[in-house]
């Protein structure tokens, strides 16, 4: 497994220019380059064609998305990337057969029908709010809900489509006290945590794949 895709998910206002996501991108490129992966990307602002983003997804190993939080979810755009990509893979039968069950087999369960097994999924997220306002019940907003369980719906399309689902990262409070060093520390360190060095594979054995 030594291939990875990058969606960058920021969608530009004048408030957000997507700094942080674009340096925080590129610290993911650089420690999973790091460990031999071979890396692409996606940015989703400056466009992208439909069926090379499902040839990315088939090519890649390694998925992970890297976006702002806007009103509690990721921006309209990415929503709109994934119902045309995997509308497109479904209707190709590539990513996904179908929701998996079966008419004569009612024992199949409802999203075991996806094609991307073996392949894994990681969000990486920039909030404004802070780490204090998650994992505890006390807490009016998120009552005790995880920054990855308000993220779960996404998560959901890639394990829909069987991949597999690694833990979330994030930055909190980025607006009001960011602390962007120590964020990047413990990006570094959960990537170490959860991934592997590789084994490093040469271009010419990379276009032979």
């Not at 004048?14 to 890396?39: C, R, Y």
């Not at 702002?68 to 893979?89: C, I, M, Q, R, S």
Request: proline share 3%.
């Amino acid at each position: 497994m030594t291939r990875a895709l990058i969606i960058n998910a920021h969608q530009y206002y004048d408030w957000a220019k997507g700094e942080l996501n674009a340096h925080l991108a590129g610290v993911i490129e650089q420690e999973l380059q790091a460990k031999g992966f071979t890396v692409r990307h996606t940015r989703i602002d400056d466009g992208y064609d439909v069926q090379e983003e499902v040839e990315k997804h088939q090519w890649a190993d390694l998925i992970i998305l890297q976006t702002p939080v806007y009103w509690f979810g990721a921006p309209w755009t990415h929503k709109k990337y994934l119902d045309e990509v995997f509308n497109h893979a479904i209707t190709g039968q590539t990513l996904i057969t179908d929701d998996g069950r079966s008419r004569q087999d009612p024992s199949r369960q409802y999203g075991s029908g996806g094609n991307m097994q073996g392949k894994r999924f990681m969000m990486s997220l920039t909030w404004n709010a802070p780490a204090a306002a998650f994992g505890d019940q006390r807490q009016r907003l998120f009552a005790g809900s995880t920054d990855h369980d308000a993220f779960q719906h996404i998560a959901n399309c890639y394990k829909f489509c069987g991949a597999d689902i690694l833990p979330t990262f994030s930055c909190f409070d980025v607006v009001k006290a960011p602390t962007i060093e120590q964020d990047v520390k413990r990006l570094e360190a959960h990537l170490n945590a959860l991934i592997p060095a590789q084994a490093v594979t040469t271009e010419a054995e990379e276009a032979l794949i």
